[in-house]
């Protein structure tokens, strides 16, 4: 028996009465990511909701690097180690909760706007009630980002693509029955993993891009959506129900809330993914509707499985009817459709597409650092001592730092990827051939914002 069937029904005193002042509380958020950010929505909603008298304070990189994390963060939660959590809904179905396995039914939840519709709907009270009677309350359940196919090879066609083949999933039961259905081995692979020897991987844009996945896997089909990746919070019992009633209303509120901002976030990230997917040389395409619906018949047998259980039979029933109503196409534009940013970079003296090589230097004083961080609202973990002079030079294809760190640079209209073997970032540039100058905008990396955003750096020789 799981941690999950447990009854947390002892010694958890229940909701003041109403007009009692109820202390503030720091209720503790694991998160398996690297940073909360984008969660903050979240936290700032759930203060609001309950007038200032509930924090949320993040637990950032629990279980990193373990494939399992979502499932321990999970049994954590249940336990109490903390308050609060989210998960996708892919560790449920291994600790014998079904209630969440019908919205990572493969190739059934396709687009931004049937996600939307299921999310909205009263289906989200009937899953989070599947917690009903374990250790966990269920908070609510967000939109998140659509994950595709990216395979090695030109041959992502019909489902026999895989047969044979291996591939990265994440810790999920149904993704493992899913792909051993179409003939392949797979194996569980952490955020933001090594992919190792394998043929194909299921992921978001933004993961395919940000890890480097699609160097490897430089295929990816827009139009077959394996399943998306959801945001379920839930709360530890007991320290849910040691919350006043308004607490609790505030709380389940802003997870309610926090479904928009998380599903602009996530479509927004692949419009933008999508474009330096193209740029960075992966071929996004798409299989067409013969070969997707070849896909969906060939995991009949999943299907099968997920209805043996009736509640999850039933929403699995009332999701595809709203598919039908809402006949939403599943793709974004493929490559030879993506319209790349333009170019401000002259062509004489170019290194290839973009500014001219050479040495650039900035020099900022510590009272335009000190503006710049106040602006910026810039973490004190984050601001450097300043006077500052950072420097880097660009020659023959290679980016050298001031610390004597080498990147290779890639240039694609106003973007650049800086590339070393321990990771990427990316920025937008803009140069002044007049002044000599070349002026930056961090995309990734927050941490390099105070390194390239402050000043323009000037051409030096």
Avoid at 60 to 69: R, S
Avoid at 253 to 260: H, P
Avoid at 301 to 330: C, F, G, N
Avoid at 432 to 442: A, G, H, K, Q, Y
Wanted: net charge negative; hydrophobic share 45%; proline share 6%.
């Amino acid at each position: 028996m799981t941690l999950l069937a447990v009854i947390a029904g002892c010694g958890a005193p229940a909701g003041r009465g109403v007009g009692s002042q109820p202390p503030p509380v720091v209720l503790t958020l694991a998160n398996a990511n690297h940073d909360h950010a984008f969660l903050e929505p979240f936290a700032e909603s759930a203060s609001v909701a309950t007038g200032g008298t509930v924090t949320i304070a993040f637990e950032d990189e629990v279980y990193k690097g373990e494939a399992d994390a979502e499932s321990r963060i999970v049994e954590d939660v249940a336990t109490g180690a903390f308050d609060l959590g989210w998960v996708a809904p892919r560790p449920w179905h291994d600790r014998g909760i079904r209630a969440f396995d019908a919205l990572i039914a493969p190739f059934l939840i396709d687009s931004y706007a049937l996600q939307a519709a299921v999310l909205e709907s009263d289906l989200v009270d009937e899953m989070l009630a599947g917690l009903d009677g374990t250790a966990l309350v269920g908070l609510g359940i967000a939109p998140g980002p659509l994950r595709r196919m990216a395979m090695a090879e030109l041959a992502l066609g019909g489902p026999d693509s895989l047969d044979g083949k291996v591939v990265a999933v994440g810790d999920s039961a149904i993704a493992r029955m899913t792909f051993e259905q179409l003939g392949a081995t797979t194996f569980s692979l952490s955020s933001g993993g090594t992919l190792g020897p394998v043929d194909a991987t299921e992921a978001q844009l933004g993961a395919i891009l940000g890890n480097g996945y699609h160097r490897d896997l430089p295929e990816i089909a827009l139009d077959l959506v394996v399943w998306p990746r959801p945001i379920i919070f839930f709360a530890n019992r007991a320290a849910f129900d040691a919350l006043t009633d308004e607490q609790q209303t505030g709380i389940r509120s802003a997870a309610d809330q926090f479904g928009s901002v998380a599903l602009t976030a996530a479509r927004d990230e692949d419009t933008s993914a999508a474009t330096d997917l193209c740029a960075d040389g992966a071929r996004l395409t798409v299989v067409g509707e013969e070969a997707r619906l070849a896909w969906v018949a060939a995991v009949q047998p999943v299907y099968d499985e997920l209805a043996t259980d009736d509640a999850t039979a039933s929403v699995l029933e009332r999701i595809a009817e709203l598919k039908a109503q809402i006949d939403a196409p599943a793709t974004t534009a493929a490559c030879d459709l993506v319209e790349p940013s333009p170019s401000t970079a002259p062509t004489d003296g170019s290194s290839d597409v973009g500014f001219p090589d050479g040495t650039y230097q900035a020099s900022i004083s510590a009272a335009e650092m000190q503006a710049f961080w106040e602006a910026n609202d810039t973490p004190l973990e984050l601001r450097e001592r300043c006077p500052c002079e950072f420097e880097f030079t660009l020659e023959d294809g290679v980016w050298t730092g001031d610390d004597g760190s080498t990147w290779m640079p890639s240039f694609f209209g106003d973007r650049l990827s800086l590339a070393d073997r321990e990771g990427e970032f990316t920025l937008r540039w803009r140069y002044d051939p007049e002044s000599e100058e070349v002026s930056f905008s961090v995309l990734d990396g927050e941490f390099l914002k105070s390194h390239f955003e402050p000043k323009p750096f000037r051409r030096v020789h």
